[in-house]
């Protein structure tokens, strides 16, 4: 579906790769719950082997660091980029309907 409607408007460099990103972050919300699970368990992998050191501030800076290699969710700056370019898309849809 996608390939067919790109064939029939013009959209610009930007909002196709938008257009990829969107897919995959929504394909990404869409199956939060499977994902989830299987990124978690990596999570709690990399969390047994990670050596956290002994301040609270290291044990942060750990976990954030194997949580930043798993994409268990879509970011706040994630989601709002994709609604963002999605208002963008749509309106060169409509733009692109006859009237």
Same mark, same amino acid.
């Given at each position: 579906?996608?390939?067919?409607?790109?064939?029939?408007?013009?959209?610009?460099?930007? %909002?196709?790769? $938008?257009?990829?990103?969107? %897919? %995959?972050?929504?394909?990404?919300? $869409?199956?939060?719950?499977? !994902?989830?699970?299987? &990124?978690?368990?990596?999570?709690?992998?990399?969390?047994?082997?990670?050596?956290?050191?002994?301040? $609270? &501030?290291?044990?942060?800076?750990?976990?954030?660091?194997? &949580?930043? *290699?798993?994409?268990?969710?879509?970011? %706040?700056?994630?989601?709002? $980029? #994709?609604? *963002? #370019?999605?208002?963008?898309?749509? @309106?060169?849809?409509?733009?692109? @309907?006859? !009237?």
């Amino acid at each position: 579906m996608k390939t067919a409607i790109m064939k029939k408007i013009s959209f610009s460099d930007s %909002q196709s790769v $938008a257009i990829g990103r969107i %897919q %995959q972050d929504g394909n990404l919300t $869409a199956h939060l719950a499977s !994902r989830r699970l299987g &990124e978690g368990q990596k999570f709690e992998d990399n969390v047994m082997k990670a050596d956290f050191g002994t301040t $609270a &501030e290291s044990w942060r800076k750990t976990a954030n660091q194997i &949580e930043g *290699k798993l994409k268990i969710w879509v970011s %706040q700056e994630q989601a709002f $980029a #994709d609604l *963002k #370019d999605t208002s963008s898309i749509l @309106l060169t849809v409509f733009r692109a @309907l006859p !009237r």
